[in-house]
Each structure stands twice: as C-alpha cells, then as structure tokens.
C-alpha cells in the first residue's frame, strides 16, 4: 500500500508518519502543502522530521502564489471577515492544500491519502470533500479520528519508539499561514477564558503611535509606505511583520463549524486585518450605495462557502466575477494609525472619491439641487409609505 500522508509536522502527523512506517506492507510517503506559513529554514526542518519518523519520501509543494490569486484576493475584494470577526486565515487554505495534495498523490501513483484530523473539527471535512470529488478512487485514512487517540497517547507511542516530541509544542495548536495564524489551546475550549498573551505568535514591542500608508490598485494592495515590492507575498509579509510589532490583529473567533456544533478559535492576522479594514475604507469613498449593498451580500456568501469546503462549487466563480467588477475604481491611499493593540482609519486619497466639494458638503451647503427640489423629492418618495398607513 502506498500512501501520501499530509504532513506538518505537529504532533498528530508526526504519530502518522511514524504509525504508518511501522506498519507492515506500508510505503509512506509525506507532502507539507505550504501556503505562505513556512520559512525555507521551517521547512528544511520539518523534512528532516518526517524522514526521522521514517517516511520513504518527502515533498515541500509551494502554492503561496497560486493561493493569493485565487483566494486572498477576493477576500479583500469582499472585505470578507467570517461573523465579522475571523478573515478564514486557515480555513481559506485548506481546499487549495487539499487540490495540491491530490494533483501529488496521482503523480506518485499512490493509493491512499492520510491527514492528521481528529473526527471533531472543520479541516477533516475540507481535506476529505476535495479528495472525494477530484479523486473518488483514491482511500482516504485519518489514524487520530479512527483511533480515537489523545495527544498523550499520542506522545507516548512516539517515546516508546524512539522519538521524543517536545512537550512545549503541544500546548497550543498553531496553524501559520500568509493571511494569520490561528492558536487553538484549553482557553478556546471554554466560553468564558481568553488566551494568554504569550499564546500569540508576536509579541509587542512597538507602543510609539505610527502612521501608515496601505496603496491599492482596482482593489489589490500595491504598495506599503510608498514601497514597491517583488511579489504581493513579499509585501502582505513586510506588512504583517511591520503591523504584528504592536500585536494588531489579535481575537478570538465563535462560529459554526460544518459539523454542526460551535467552534472556538484565537487568531493573530495583523496584515489581513489592516488591508481589509483599510481596503473597505477606500470602497466606501468610491463605490455607489448599491455597488456596496450587492458586494456585502455576494461576499458573505462567498464566505460562507469557502469556510464550508464549497471552493470547487461553480456559484464561486460568478461571485469571483462579481467582485473583480466592482474594484475597476477602488484605487487610492488609505492612511491608518497603529497603537498597541488597535489601529484606526484615518482617511484615504483617490481620484474616484465621491466626496466632492464641488457638488455639495454633508450637512454644511448643497450646490446641486435647491430647497423646493428637496421639497418635491420627499413628497415623491414618502407616496408608498402614505398610502401603507392609510389603509
């Protein structure tokens, strides 16, 4: 039996990697999808544990950019914060990992996949939808969920064979990619406790208030402070490491989960917070009423449906389409002030700004219409509303 195990490194994977290298007649071979949360030294090291827990293979397949430009982008596009709290840091991720896992396991003619899921969260329904529909012969293994293991049964299987995994990384449960990291501990698992500070990825060293400035072009971030960078990963990073000094972006999310039950998670996602707040400052100045008022509704359903494994679903890209419409003006600067812990708008400069002195000031002087247009214009519209409280 060959198999794939999707592998991170963490403790549930690591008990996969070495489960299936014990067992007889089992050929493992393990992938780390990376979706912008890993340096190339984090990387080297995670390849160096999974051939440690004995893997035959190991492959690092980089798909940051693809995952930009076919998922962060309409998130912003969307100002998309699910429950208006979480931008889907990790669960946005998953479908695309899952595709790569895939499009890999039919390249090395393997015959089933693995995952490291428990049987009680999202990502085992993520990872299993897609590796479903895109290859429905290929047999789907999840050890954690089936053998109903505890992260300390877990640890011991490794120490009885020969692999020691620091306590310290079970404590929280991080998953780091280019839009957050989310941190998953005992804290989350009540209603009541927040997370430790300590918990959190970044921590503050920055407490001086700054001004920045966020560029964007038909809706894509351009440039930070006036600078140009290689690639829109390079900069949404040099925002997140610039922004997380002051721990911006910091919360705790509640929503429901795809099973059916509600679900806890703390998250840091300085960069995703900033642009979308600052983006959605922009769309403000230059969008019409409708364009806003048909944009929220079609992004929260985009939401919805990437946070439930839906990417594949055609509605998808008619949303996607939509979106990309309506940015053709959402071009100009915003300037935001950080302070520790927070952050806010200050203002923006666009040439499509509908804030226009010359055609009247809000609540000061009207230069467009006169009073009796004002007059006619309220008999008009009040007509329906009349005849409603007549009858």
């Given at each position: ?20 290298s ?13 979706t ?54 990790v ?101 009541n ?5 300590e ?91 409708k ?33 990309q ?65 007549q009858?």
């Open positions: 039996m060959k198999i794939l195990l999707a592998f991170s490194g963490g403790l549930d994977t690591s008990y996969c990697a070495k489960y299936y014990l067992t007889n007649n089992c050929e493992v071979h393990s992938a780390i999808v990376n912008g949360g890993f340096s190339p030294e984090e990387l080297k090291e995670i390849e160096k544990k999974a051939y440690k827990l004995g893997v035959k293979t190991h492959k690092t397949i980089d798909i940051t950019e693809e995952y930009y430009n076919k998922c962060i982008k309409y998130l912003v596009y969307g100002n998309i914060l699910r429950n208006n709290t979480y931008p889907l840091s669960s946005s991720e998953r479908s695309f990992q899952a595709i790569a896992l895939v499009d890999y396991a039919k390249k090395i003619q393997a015959t089933t996949i693995a995952h490291g899921s428990t049987g009680a969260g999202n990502d085992q329904i993520r990872f299993e939808l897609m590796f479903k529909i895109l290859s429905p012969k290929i047999k789907i293994e999840a050890p954690i969920r089936e053998q109903k293991l505890s992260r300390e049964e877990e640890i011991l299987f490794l120490k009885n064979n020969g692999y020691i995994f620091d306590k310290k990384e079970t404590n929280y449960s991080i998953n780091k990619g280019l839009w957050g990291t989310s941190v998953g501990g005992v804290e989350t698992l009540t209603s406790k927040g997370l430790r500070d918990a959190y990825p970044s921590q503050i060293t920055e407490t001086k208030p700054k001004t920045i400035c966020l560029e964007f072009s038909e809706g894509e971030i351009l440039k930070f402070n006036n600078n140009s960078y290689k690639n829109k990963i390079e900069l949404i990073n040099a925002i997140e490491k610039y922004v997380s000094k002051y721990a911006i972006g910091r919360d705790i999310h509640v929503g429901d989960t795809i099973i059916g039950i509600k679900g806890r998670v703390g998250f840091e996602a300085a960069a995703a917070m900033v642009i979308i707040k600052a983006h959605h400052a922009l769309e403000k100045h230059v969008l019409t009423s364009q806003m008022l048909y944009k929220d509704n079609l992004a929260n359903s985009y939401g919805i449906l990437l946070h439930e494994a839906q990417y594949l679903e055609p509605a998808m890209r008619d949303i996607e389409a939509f979106l419409s309506s940015q053709k003006r959402v071009t100009g600067k915003v300037f935001l002030k950080l302070r520790p812990y927070s952050f806010i708008v200050e203002g923006i400069e666009s040439q499509y700004d509908m804030m226009d002195n010359k055609f009247a000031n809000y609540g000061e002087d009207n230069k467009a219409w006169t009073a009796q247009d004002v007059i006619g214009f309220t008999n008009i519209i009040s007509n329906q509303l009349k005849l409603y409280f009858k």
